[in-house]
């Protein structure tokens, strides 16, 4: 949803930015998808749509997967990645698959997500806000969601990379631990890693203006 995206990093200087909301996400119509690669295919439509030749891709968690998916599938459509959150492959934990499974404790799940996605140090306000937001998805497409990140897996596929990237994670990261970062870091020729001690899995809601100077300073090095 690109409301998850602080104003920020959405409005960078000197930069084009496009802030997407996904088929069934945020004010998008359609369904959401059950796989990471279809989600990719919404993506090279826009970028057809808009007349976008190539792009560099950012993407958080989910859109992290989509961004790697491209990267592998589309290379020439891909200029670079910024990578926050994310990993080669994300497991759900089956309690936020189970809960989110049945619309009747669809809230626990958002609550269990919730709980995993934000560092110590992260303000209630912003969590209660997230969560609030999460609650206005529809149950299927957060299942959908789910389904489709518990299905990625792209490991043995990294090598396949050349892209210059950027990797950002921070250190108290509970659904992509940085273990995940550092696997992307070392198999992605050339990626560099920027850890944020004190952040979580929402590292650009925690910490917006790190993340925003992080990705600005990666951005300027195509120019």
């Known amino acids: 949803m690109h409301l998850y995206w602080p104003p920020q990093i959405r409005r960078l200087p000197g930069q084009r930015m496009y802030a997407l909301d996904l088929p069934g996400h945020g004010k998008s119509a359609g369904v959401g998808r059950h796989l990471i690669d279809d989600y990719a295919k ?22 992290s997967a989509i961004g790697l998916t491209l990267a592998i599938r589309a290379p020439k459509r891909v200029l670079g990645l910024g990578l926050i959150g994310g990993g080669a492959k994300l497991r759900v934990a089956p309690a936020i698959l189970e809960a989110a499974a049945n619309p009747n404790t669809f809230y626990a799940a958002v609550d269990l997500v919730t709980q995993y996605s934000y560092g110590p140090k992260a303000d209630p306000r912003l969590k209660e806000q997230a969560a ?32 210059p990237t950027l990797i950002v994670c921070g250190a108290q990261d509970r659904m992509t631990p940085l273990k995940f970062s550092e696997y992307l870091r070392a198999e992605i020729t050339g990626a560099h890693l920027e850890t944020l001690p004190d952040a979580g899995h929402m590292a650009m809601l925690e910490q917006p203006e790190k993340v925003a100077d992080s990705l600005d300073r990666f951005l300027n090095t195509f120019t």
């Open 42 to 63: 919404d993506i090279l439509e826009f970028m057809k749509v808009v007349k976008l030749g190539a792009a560099i891709i950012i993407g958080h968690s989910m859109g």
């Open 132 to 163: 609030q937001r999460m609650a206005e998805t529809r149950p299927a497409v957060l299942y959908g969601d789910l389904l489709a990140c518990n299905s990625f897996d792209v490991m043995d596929q990294l090598g396949r990379i050349k892209t």
